[in-house]
């Protein structure tokens, strides 16, 4: 594999300088804002997973302003593998602190992502015009199943995970707009998929700690 082979897979993008997305660069401080915020609502909480997603939010903000400077393939796998890593310590911090199941069990329900995204992945490629964004859509369909298991154990946290839901199906319809409208917006829509899913990914680690809140009482 060749690491630093260029990738343009962005309206913005229409050189390979460092600067050719500055928009969609720049849009990552959203991340780094979002990230802050709930870093000061989970610490001193007795809450580790909560401030590991939280950690891991900021990565992301991080590793998506690499790719959309350097443009290269390790620079996209600094985007791509944190947020793989949210989803999963999500997964199991709901398994484990919301279903309250025990750790084993939290972690093998949350092993079974793999096998979830590559069964529906395949499907919503056949959506027209979703494109790359495909791989993402299992994700929000994931967050409704669990929202609607949810719903007669703890309705506050069903009814916030439906928005979460909610809130990443229009951040997906942004990036998988970004091409097929280019012509006619220079700049692409790709910067609200950045805001959008900062926004969301806040607002679910909020979730997250009003779900344990209420579990605990």
């Avoid at 998988?176 to 969301?200: E, V």
């Avoid at 009003?210 to 605990?216: C, F, G, L, N, S």
Wanted: charged share 10%; aromatic share 12%; net charge neutral.
């Amino acid at each position: 594999m060749d690491w630093t082979q260029y990738i343009d897979g962005y309206c913005e993008r229409l050189l390979p300088a460092y600067w050719a997305e500055p928009i969609n660069a720049a849009t990552n401080a959203a991340f780094l804002i979002a990230a802050f915020i709930m870093w000061r609502r989970v610490r001193g909480r007795g809450m580790p997973l909560a401030m590991g997603l939280v950690v891991i939010l900021a990565m992301i903000g991080l590793g998506s302003y690499l790719f959309h400077t350097h443009a290269q393939v390790w620079a996209a796998i600094a985007d791509t593998a944190p947020i793989l890593l949210f989803i999963l310590v999500y997964i199991y911090a709901v398994n484990r602190d919301v279903w309250e199941m025990r750790p084993g069990y939290a972690l093998g329900l949350t092993a079974l992502f793999i096998p979830f995204a590559a069964l529906t992945i395949p499907v919503f490629q056949m959506v027209p015009g979703l494109g790359g964004s495909s791989a993402y859509a299992p994700v929000p369909l994931l967050i409704l199943i669990y929202a609607f298991m949810l719903r007669q154990k703890t309705p506050d946290t069903a009814r916030e995970l439906a928005i979460g839901a909610g809130i990443l199906i229009a951040s997906i319809t942004f990036r998988a707009l970004d091409d097929p409208i280019c012509g006619h917006l220079p700049i692409g829509t790709h910067f609200m998929w950045h805001i959008l899913n900062a926004i969301m990914l806040g607002w679910m680690i909020e979730v997250y700690r009003r779900a344990i809140r209420t579990v605990a009482a």
